[in-house]
């Protein structure tokens, strides 16, 4: 007799999942997509997380390469035609009113510019160096 009341909160429990399992609201459906997004999340952290080993080693020589080969390219004369091209447009933008357009482009012109320099400021990049010395550069 007792337990009544139990049984009567355990049915009507075991009803509110199945509806909502059946036939979920829009604020039930986002909580179990954002269940289901977090644990995706999870597990592939955890996968990553143990990808290192003492025994491998990375080799970023080819990383290395590609990342020389652009800012030859940017440093050469294609960054001399995307800086000329940005500030034509720049100057372009403003004359239109267009000053977001306008300070973007100016953005892009100045970091085609400098972008080596901006390297070698914050990124480690004695490999590209070392290459660049044997490219002749």
Known sequence: MKFEGLKKAYRQAGQRVGAMLVAPSG???QGMLFGIGA??????????AVAYTERS???DDRVAEAADVVLIYLNGAFGA???IACGIGAILSSAFGQ???ALGL????????ILRSLVATWFNDQSLQAQGGA???
């Open 27 to 29: 604020r039930q459906m």
């Open 39 to 48: 644990l995706l999340l999870v597990a592939g952290l955890m996968d990553g």
């Open 57 to 59: 080693s990375y080799n």
């Open 81 to 83: 035609l995307v800086m």
């Open 99 to 101: 000053y977001r357009a």
């Open 106 to 113: 100016m953005v892009v012109a100045v970091g085609s510019f």
């Open 135 to 137: 490219q002749g550069e």
